[in-house]
Structures are given as C-alpha cells and as structure tokens.
C-alpha cells in the first residue's frame, strides 16, 4: 500500500465485554477480529462485521482503500 499521508482503514475489531461463561472467544478474518463476548454478543459483531465487509467487497474496493470519513459513510449507510 502506496502511504500518501492520508489516514486510511486497516481492519476492523469487535470486542465483547458480556463473557461470563469463561470461555475465550476468537474470530479472524482478513479485514476484521472478534474476541470474546458472551456467544450471543459474539455471534452479532461476527455478523456485523461480515455485514461490513460483504459491503466492501461489493464496492469493488478493499478495506485499505477507504479512509476514516469514507468508511463511516459506508457503515451509515448500512445502519
């Protein structure tokens, strides 16, 4: 990736606080992580973040490409 001193999207991270059950949650994809969370909470930012990056593959473009204010238009757009 070419650095051309505008600040641009590197991945996405998914964080659940609401785990009680003591088990360790990890999700990885290319573009995205999801760790821990209850199974519930864990399964909706799994979701969101397939959302998300189903929206950017669709674009044509990748994640990289889209810089900070691009990328929450994106989002916006979606919820």
């Given at each position: ?5 505008q ?5 996405l ?15 990885q994809a ?34 990289s490409?889209?810089t ?9 757009q979606?919820?």
């Amino acid at each position: 990736m070419k650095r051309t001193g505008q600040s641009r999207v590197v991945g996405l991270l998914g964080v659940g606080f609401d785990h009680q059950d003591g088990l360790v949650r990890i999700t990885q994809a290319d573009d995205y992580k999801v760790l821990m969370g209850s199974k519930e909470s864990h399964t909706e930012l799994q979701k969101i973040c397939n959302r998300i990056d189903e929206a950017v593959v669709s674009s044509g473009r990748v994640l990289s490409d889209y810089t900070p204010e691009e990328f929450m238009e994106l989002v916006a757009q979606l919820y």
